[in-house]
């Protein structure tokens, strides 16, 4: 495939670490974490030590140093081995660390940026709320500057790490509703009397990447803890959504890898009427398909990784590539089940579970339909 011969040395020895780590800590333990919903923990620590958790963050700081390029293969690796994996990496290190890392003042960057990059802290970001969803602008969630603390009430809920995070950014309003300079961006750490997490999500998918709400009940922080200016939340959030929809591309390429390859492999080994069901046409053309989709998606989110590594606007083209991809990746799972036929429905094979952890693609960080609208947008101003 095309990422095979299109990438670099430096690129190469990412692919190879995170190929060899998740055979060794993860792929034996994917089917338990996925049947009982469990998150890691221990897991994200060796992954804070392999700077997996701060693959963006500069070494000055603690982090790996590396670019979205290196990024998007990390993940790529990691959706192949087990999607609610490389769905966790992404969400710490695109959503909680890069929104710090990006706005954060130089003392927060200090504080946090380390301790998030080797795995002591488990990061969680927090926009989304029950009744708003896609329109934030309408959040309930309020921020109020009282003698010297933010006072914050309000819920957010699918909120990754909601209840195992050490701290999350946390998006409140701050002014008018629809407003968007009406929001402002928060650091609130875990034992912060009035936040806890709530309700964990029961999950098709995804299932040992965990998911709650998080709950603001009077809860104050230090003015200090505020990221960037007052009424620049929703503006941060647009940006680091940016980099994140590379993160959920990626991530869907290596859903799509995973089932394709084991589809690929199945279909070389099944035999029926005395040859490989691969040397048939209708399956043949399955895996065609398959892998001309896979490489258009990963030309996509690699055009997106350079612009992002060169500083360059990327709202249409990490918005194309995180639609295109997360289609495709259910696309690609789904044909991956019909290729395996009756087994491909069963937990004794892995096309079961990419194919489940697939559809969280086309909604997370936004929906198939709100990429839609992000790239018309662009297109036509």
Known sequence: MIEEIDISE????????????????????????????????????????????????????????????????????????????????????????????????????????????????????????QGTGSDAGNMTTTATLKDGQWIINGGKNFITHGISGDIAVVVARTGNKGDSRGMSSFIIEKGTPGFKGGKKEDKLGMRASETASLFMDECRIDEGQIIGEVGEGFIQSLKVLDGGRISIAALSIGIAK?????????????RQFGKSISEFQAIAFKLADMASQIDAAYLLTMRAAEMKDRGENVTRESAMAKYYASEVSVKVSTEAVQIFGGYGYTKDYPVEKHYRDSKLCTIGEGTSEIQKLVISRQILK
């Open 258 to 270: 995973g089932a394709y390859e084991a589809a690929l492999q199945y279909s070389k080994e099944r």
């Open 10 to 129: 430096r690129e190469q020895m990412i692919v190879e670490m995170v190929r060899d780590f998740a055979s060794k800590e993860i792929t034996p333990f994917r089917r338990k974490w996925d049947d009982d919903q469990i998150f890691p923990v221990d897991l994200f620590k060796k992954m804070g030590e392999l700077g997996l958790l701060g693959v963006l963050v500069p070494e000055s700081y603690g982090g790996a140093g590396l670019g979205y390029k290196e990024y998007v293969h990390a993940i790529i690796e990691l959706g192949k081995a087990d999607g609610a994996i490389g769905l966790s990496m992404a969400a710490h290190n695109s959503l909680c660390t890069n929104h710090i890392l990006q706005f954060g003042t130089e003392d927060q960057k200090l504080r946090y940026l380390p301790r998030l990059a080797s795995g002591e802290l488990i990061g969680a970001w927090g926009l989304t709320e």
